[in-house]
């Protein structure tokens, strides 16, 4: 059945994510904060575009966000024009940003009060997931909304869960990027030292890839941190914002996170090399300065 769709954000994720909507019947209404995009946007799928969050909003059965960080998400939900002046009763709004558990929870708790539904739905398997829609989906929030939103978000999916309540989705891609930060840190330092006791790397990633060190980093990150080219992927200044906000959520809940602080520093050197715009393989790269 084809619903009223609005989709706020269309950058590198959000762009093909709302295009997978599109291609599978919904009726998307599309808002970004640079019009071009949302023009390029409306000449490759079947769709519309609003001049504002909330006339994207109007009459929507689902209303989707993709943004930044939590200050773009208050200025798109509880902004002068934003998706919350004219969300409809019934309707689930689902956040795509990855953002604090704190305006999970505030979100959460306005849609309550206002008669709608909400998801923190926060995503994983970067670029390359949005664009093949193949990403991984961690949702936090109440059953009955997951139920409404589940067939809508998996137009985007290969795996989505409900992980409790409201701001269990966006806890969980925490613990998601505090894995991610020690698994790129481990991969650069074996990388480098086989290279320094001259081995061919491709021959060992090849062989070692079959065992226990196997990744997700290691398939998909091996060869081009061998070559020196890393514009294949999650920025390293969004990787340090989302580093950011899980080192505060662990002082509120008292874990310990020396590795994730150490990586996040090491990303800090790479950003002072210019590279955040590199992806975050490109942590190797303190190595070759």
């Known amino acids: 059945m084809s619903c009223n769709v609005a989709f706020i954000g269309l950058g590198v994720m959000g762009y093909p994510m709302a295009g997978y909507i599109s291609k599978a019947g919904h009726n998307v209404t599309v808002y970004n904060r640079t019009a071009a995009k949302a023009d390029k946007w409306i000449a490759e ?3 519309s575009k609003a001049d504002t969050p909330a006339k994207a909003a109007e009459g929507a059965d689902f209303i989707f966000t993709c943004v930044g960080n939590d200050k773009d998400l208050r200025e798109v939900t509880f902004g002068e024009n934003g ?9 689930v709004y689902i956040d795509n940003t990855t953002a604090s558990a704190t305006i999970a929870r505030e979100i959460n708790k306005f849609a309550k009060e206002n008669g709608f539904g909400s998801l923190d739905a926060p995503v994983s398997g970067g670029q390359a997931g949005a664009e093949n ?7 936090g ?17 290969k795996k989505m869960k409900l992980l409790g309540v409201a701001g269990n989705g966006q806890l969980a891609k925490m613990v998601n ?12 330092e074996a990388i480098n030292f086989g290279m320094k006791a001259g081995l061919n790397m491709r021959d060992v990633i090849e062989v070692i890839s079959k065992g ?16 020196d080219k890393f514009e294949f992927g999650f920025a390293v200044d969004w ?22 602080e150490v990586v996040d520093k090491y990303y800090g050197e790479v950003q002072e090399m210019g ?10 790269k303190r190595f070759r300065k």
Do not use: H
């Open 83 to 91: 998706v919350f002046k004219t969300i409809k009763k019934g309707s």
């Open 45 to 47: 799928y079947k769709g």
């Open 275 to 284: 590279g955040n715009r590199w992806d975050t393989s490109s942590l190797i």
């Open 239 to 260: 990787m340090r914002k989302d580093l950011k906000i899980a080192m505060e959520e662990a002082k509120n809940n008292g874990s310990l996170l020396p590795i994730t």
């Open 177 to 188: 990027q505090i894995c991610i930060a020690g698994l790129v840190q481990g991969l650069s």
């Open 133 to 139: 829609g193949a990403l991984t989906v961690m949702i």
């Open 141 to 157: 929030g109440d059953q009955a909304d997951f139920d409404k939103a589940k067939d809508i978000i998996d137009c985007y999916s």
């Open 212 to 227: 226990a060190a196997q990744s997700w980093q290691m398939d998909n990150r091996y060869e081009t941190m061998i070559d």
